[in-house]
């Protein structure tokens, strides 16, 4: 008899950072390696950082004495849209020069080992599905909620693609007809109004209309150093601007949950990203505007919760997306980890 | 050998009128029955309008030369939210007294069938996505565009309920923040500016505003014979008032569908009510909307076109309903209607 494990790799592939992870088949972090994308310096320099932080974290799982046989498969998360069945990313907003890459194809020439990609948000939100906030919950949106707002939405277990694989564009959903203009081009987008940068611009614009706010003060009129978790301290400690602008930003995301909650019907939101780490100031408009304002019925029993695994959980759920493919995940509760050879 | 048809019998109850068809495996409807649904003269009244109806149906069937044993299962579609599993209505928004209705027990008990429930705007979604404007797109969103705006998603060819029954009230999407007054109780909702309703109340505010419009004339000053279909036929004939009415629906409902393209990306969205009988009038402002708005990648591909089955659609999906649940649906292809016994 001998014990045989199913470890995986997970890789994020962010506009800032790749995280690289070493995973059991029941959801055991082995190693972890974090390195810069680096995207400024083009495409093969990224391919090769992922290729680096990948290897990492195989040798560091070597060193726990994970064989090389028992890794199955390396999983990615990557900026999208993208065709995930193909391996390729069509376009990568935030990282110049991937347009059309086969990201599949290049790291399976460089590993062993088959390579299965997924888009960003979308792994995102397997990964609180599988080992996060959303365990044990089939019918779950994510909402990241960053410089931009992203999301992942899962139906019956399995992430909801679409028909081009783009479905989970929750940030440019238009809550305000002729509203502020949103990077996309459109005007009125939730990202217009509820990412970390839109607050920041709603803040500044407030000051700069003659709002008096003790900001001013902290950054000494340099307003370019307002951040969002400024705005976010600075309500917690009373001011009555920046309690307004967190007070407005939760109703905007309530009206974009509330929309999703009325058409989707999921059974949680879950927000992620740098904001949701505001706790009550974020979630208490939040969940009043939702559960005002949402089709009581559709409402009831309805979770609105912050995300669990913060920046692991594009990896985690990269790993997660190689489980599904390989039907492994559904396996997890019938047989247990170790398999008797 | 014998030839063996498999027929159903489906069931739409509207607020207004009953619609029964009596419908072939294969998607022939053999008979129909429409009448009153008289639901101002209470519950037993109506549920004994369903049975006549049902059952003139069978006649009709049976004078087709339809055996009863054929007939394998009753569907019906009803209002909701409702839940279709457990056979209960538990609100008929325009149907008074039908709070907590088991409708699937008061009709089992009368008709020596199993009896199937789903919600009418699914079951209208459903009826599109078998033998309509749907047929062979396995991911699509119907928009019923009436009294009020309903809805109905098709996921991988099967009803996007959601954690509670209620997934699909694209009516409700808010789309501008603090705008019209819904009968929901809600601001800015979908339903407020594109039902047929809404096109009514604001060319009628409008006018009361004092915008100049041939309407006044046509109705003899008498607004409240405005009609939406009115509104329409005279921005047809140039009316400026009426034209942009018409044309700010289309975008208002360019609005909702943008929404849905990126959050659920359908390869599809059908619109189907009165409304939707307009043509160009409508479908132009709502296509070029959507073109410009909704992310390239996500609108690629997706078509937005008239339903095709008219009133009798939620009847029709109520039999399709049924199919799906006896996994008969599946078969219409690889085995041929008639069986050998």
């Known amino acids: 008899m001998k014990k045989i494990s ?26 972890r390696d974090a390195r810069k994308t680096m995207g400024a310096k083009g495409k093969k320099k990224t391919i090769s950082q992922i290729i680096i932080s990948a290897k990492d974290v195989l040798k560091k799982g070597e060193e726990e004495g994970i064989s090389a046989e028992s890794i199955m498969a390396l999983g990615i998360g990557g900026p999208g849209p993208l065709n995930g069945d193909g391996g390729v990313i069509h376009v990568a ?6 347009t059309n890459t ?53 139906i019956g277990g399995e992430v909801l693609h ?41 803040t500044v614009g407030a000051i700069k209309r003659g709002e008096k706010t003790v900001l001013t003060d902290l950054v000494k009129n340099k307003l370019e150093d307002i951040t969002c978790k400024l705005v976010y301290d600075t309500a917690r400690d009373g001011d009555k601007l ?6 407005e930003t939760g109703e905007y995301l309530g009206i974009g949950i509330t929309n999703i909650v009325n058409t989707i019907n999921p ?8 904001m949701a780490k505001a706790g009550d100031l974020l ?47 559904k396996m997890i509760e019938s047989f247990d980890t170790d398999l008797i050879n």
Chains 1, 2 share one sequence.
């Not at 907003?93 to 991937?98: A, E, M, Y």
Request: aromatic residues 4%.
């Open 93 to 98: 907003p935030n990282i110049p020069g991937w």
């Open 242 to 247: 920046c309690k307004q602008i967190v007070e």
């Open 267 to 274: 059974e949680m939101v879950i927000l992620g990203g740098g």
């Open 102 to 154: 086969n990201l599949v194809e290049e790291l399976e020439g460089e590993f062993d080992l088959p390579v299965y990609l997924e888009n960003d948000a979308n792994a995102a939100a397997l990964g609180e599905w599988w080992l996060g906030a959303g365990r044990g919950i089939d019918n779950l949106v994510l909402i990241t909620l960053g410089t931009g707002v992203g999301g992942g939405i899962i």
């Open 283 to 329: 979630f208490k408009p939040v969940r009043k505007y939702v559960k005002e304002h949402a089709f009581t019925a559709a409402m009831k029993g309805v979770k609105i919760v912050p995300a669990a695994l913060g920046v692991n959980a594009g990896a985690i759920g990269a790993v997660a997306h190689v489980l599904k493919k390989k039907d492994l995940l």
């Open 6 to 31: 199913i470890n995986v790799i997970g890789v994020d592939l962010g506009a800032t950072n790749i995280i690289s992870l070493l995973v059991s088949k029941d959801g055991e972090v082995v190693a």
């Open 162 to 202: 679409g028909a081009r694989h783009t479905a989970g564009e929750i940030g440019h959903m238009i809550i305000r007809e002729g509203g502020l203009l949103c990077g996309c081009g459109n005007h009125g987008c939730l990202e217009a109004y509820a990412s970390s940068s839109a607050v920041v611009k709603r």
